[in-house]
């Protein structure tokens, strides 16, 4: 059994300040590691699905993921699905079989009632500008909490990935001299160029 507190402090010194979300990432990825009774991604043994989005409140809690599952934005095998919502799916390649795990809504709304929110992120301070006095209490809430009374663990289903081989191929750009992958170059004029030289859109 995986057990989130052993990633905690790590977690919180990679993400780099201490708040709600990214313990809550953690507890997201144990019980879904648990449910499907993996261990941590060494490589790309998992994939993990997270739903958050941009510009709102804790994404921290895709750090969490990351720590505890081993999927990683630089392994490849983590994606955010863009709904602005806080739900995982862990994916075990070996075994085709997937299970999502999302917060319950009552442990995010708590969480949000805390002067952790009110007193400091709704007002634009930074995170880590939060007194510890105010941010551990809400820390150790998360972490200590059954998973019954914070989290939604669905059931086993199967999923079907699909494997797309590592490419090795790359060349120089005949503009910028940088080392880029093959499929993504582009041809300007008479040279082969990477994409931000050519112009192009991503």
């Known amino acids: 059994m995986v057990n989130p507190k052993d990633y905690l402090e790590a977690g919180q010194q990679f993400h780099g300040h201490k708040c709600p979300a990214m ?4 507890r997201v990825g144990a ?11 060494q490589d790309g043994q998992l994939i993990a699905l997270v739903e958050i989005g941009k ?10 993921v990351q720590m505890i ?3 990683t934005l630089g ?3 983590i994606q955010k699905l863009n709904y602005g919502k806080w739900g995982v799916t862990l994916i075990d390649r070996k075994s085709g079989k997937a299970v999502r795990v999302s917060p319950k809504a009552e442990a995010m709304a708590n969480n949000k009632k805390s002067k952790f929110f009110s007193d400091y992120r709704m007002k634009g301070l930074p995170a880590s500008s939060v007194p510890s006095e105010i941010a ?6 998360v972490m200590n909490a059954p998973d019954e009374k914070i989290l939604i663990i669905g059931e086993v289903f199967d999923y079907q990935v699909e494997n797309h081989a590592h490419t090795f191929d790359s060349f120089v750009c005949e503009e910028c ?26």
């Open 23 to 26: 313990p809550m990432g953690l």
């Open 31 to 41: 019980a879904a590691m648990n449910k499907l009774g993996v261990n941590r991604a």
């Open 55 to 64: 510009d709102h409140c804790a994404t921290c809690f895709a750090d969490g």
């Open 69 to 71: 599952t081993g999927c």
């Open 75 to 77: 392994k490849g095998n």
């Open 136 to 141: 551990d209490p809400l820390v150790e809430g």
């Open 177 to 202: 001299g940088e080392m880029t992958v093959e499929a993504y170059g582009r041809v300007k004029g008479d040279k082969k160029v990477c994409i931000p030289c050519s112009g192009w859109e991503v």
